[in-house]
Structures are given as C-alpha cells and as structure tokens.
C-alpha cells in the first residue's frame, strides 16, 4: 500500500522580472510503500532539496500532486493544510530547529503541544520515546548543554512524538561527527523497523546504505534506483558508490 505518491511533479520558479523561469523539476513520479525506507540523492542544485519541502507540504508544485494516504493536500487551504502537515508527518532538519529557551522535554512535546493535547497524556509518550533514543536523562537540560548527537536525538524524539506517517529527514547526519551520525543511522534503522515510513534526503553515501531504495535526482528528475532486496549494508554502499561517481562524471545514465 503506498503511504506517499508523487504523480509527474514540476516546479518551476519565475523571477520577479522577467518572464524565463527555472526549472526545478521536470517530472518526478514515484510511490513510497508504507513501511519503506527511502532516500534520495543527488548533487547541490538537483532539486532534491526542492522535492522535499513539495513532500513535505512547505511548498506547492508547478504541476503534479502529491497523495498522502490517498489525500491531496494541494487541495487544502494553508490552515488546512498545517494541520495535515503535523498530523500525517514528522520532520528531521540538519541543523536540529530545536528551540534554545526550551528544554529537552519541552522541545519534544513542542509538536502535542500545539495539537492541544493535555499535559498527563503528553508526559506519557515522552519518557518511553526518550527512553529508547537514550535521552531521558537529558530531559530537564536544554539544548546549548547537550551534544549534537543527542540535539539530533531530540529532534528524532520530538518527530516521532505525533506517531506520524511518515518521517521526512533532511540530511540528518550532515551536522554530526561521524559516530554521532553512525549512532543516529542505527537508531533511524531500528525506528524502520518497527514500521515506520522514512523518507531522507542525504549527501552521504553511508547514510542512504542503511535505506532499502534510493532514488538518485539529476536536473529535476529521478533518473536511476537502487532497491537493497537481499543486499548486506556494505555491497549496498559499493552500488551507491558506483552510481555517485556514474553521476559526478556525467554519465547518461545510471545503469
């Protein structure tokens, strides 16, 4: 069952003056299973970026839709489509979007809190959820006295909060040393498979590995994929490896 169905999306973006637009994306069209975990890749000005916050419901496409759960949300108007948003998705930033005069705990009930739920139900999900990402003891601290690992780990917390149906991560690992980024793609592992939908765009080779489909981008448009099937992590990296360099080279395809 797809969870998400990106149908022939275009975006294109028209200057102030002048009547030539860039072209964004040409035509993406794809499906995400539920329970799938994809990410997608591709070089700066690809239009990944752009794809994502169209995904994401942050912005509109030129042409196309995109169903979740069998639901346009270009139909909704932008009250409407708020409210979708944090009821059907749950996102990651690179750069962790944490609120500094918060606290830890604060910041993961950020989500509930603007869905008017009460504060016994909310206390009830935050501590098994911190539990399992090992932050629960960082719960009174706030964000400037903890690590980036564990910032990124609240932010994880704070996504999966709402139960969403699918999680958006935007190069989660790109603010991290490498064993804060290892730590976070076992952890986005794990969180799969207990069934949750993830999407990720990503730069890095070795965080895409842990995917089981990813989907490359070059000049606005999906033009190869890779599916795990019974590949082991490490001949997954080698494929992706492969195709990274098939695309810095400019090949015509990635085959």
């Known amino acids: 069952m797809s969870v998400l169905e990106a149908k022939h999306?275009?975006?294109?973006?028209?200057?102030?003056?002048?009547?030539?637009?860039?072209?964004?994306?040409?035509?993406?069209?794809f499906s995400v299973e539920k329970g799938e975990f994809v990410a997608i890749m591709g070089e700066s000005g690809s239009g990944k970026t752009t794809l994502l916050?169209?995904?994401a419901s942050l912005d509109t496409p030129t042409a196309g839709s995109v169903m979740i759960n069998g639901k346009d949300y270009s139909t909704l108007k932008d009250s409407e489509r708020a409210i979708f948003r944090r009821n059907n998705?749950?996102?990651?930033?690179?750069?962790?979007?944490?609120?500094?005069?918060?606290?830890?705990?604060?910041?993961?009930k950020l989500p509930l809190v603007l869905a008017g739920e009460d504060y016994k139900t909310m206390d009830a999900k935050v501590l098994p959820l911190a539990k399992e990402l090992g932050i629960d003891s960082l719960l009174k601290k706030y964000p400037y006295e903890v690590s980036g690992g564990q910032k990124q780990r609240t932010a994880v917390a704070r996504a999966l909060i709402t139960n969403p149906h699918i999680l958006l991560?935007?190069?989660p690992t790109g603010a991290l040393d490498s064993k804060a980024a290892t730590n976070l793609m076992h952890q986005l592992r794990d969180i799969h498979k207990s069934g949750q939908t993830i999407l990720m765009v990503t730069h890095s080779n070795v965080a895409a590995s842990?995917?089981?489909?990813?989907?490359?981008?070059?000049?606005?448009?999906v033009f190869h994929q890779i599916y795990r099937g019974d590949l082991k992590r490490n001949e997954m990296l080698d494929k992706i490896c492969e195709t990274v360099?098939?695309?810095?080279?400019?090949?015509?395809?990635?085959?």
């Open 9 to 29: 999306i275009k975006k294109v973006y028209k200057p102030r003056i002048g009547s030539e637009g860039v072209t964004a994306l040409k035509d993406v069209h």
């Open 53 to 55: 916050n169209i995904l």
């Open 89 to 108: 998705l749950g996102f990651i930033f690179q750069d962790f979007n944490l609120l500094d005069n918060f606290t830890i705990e604060d910041n993961i």
């Open 169 to 171: 991560a935007d190069e």
């Open 210 to 221: 842990y995917a089981d489909r990813v989907m490359f981008i070059r000049d606005g448009e």
């Open 245 to 255: 360099t098939v695309v810095m080279r400019g090949g015509e395809d990635g085959e």
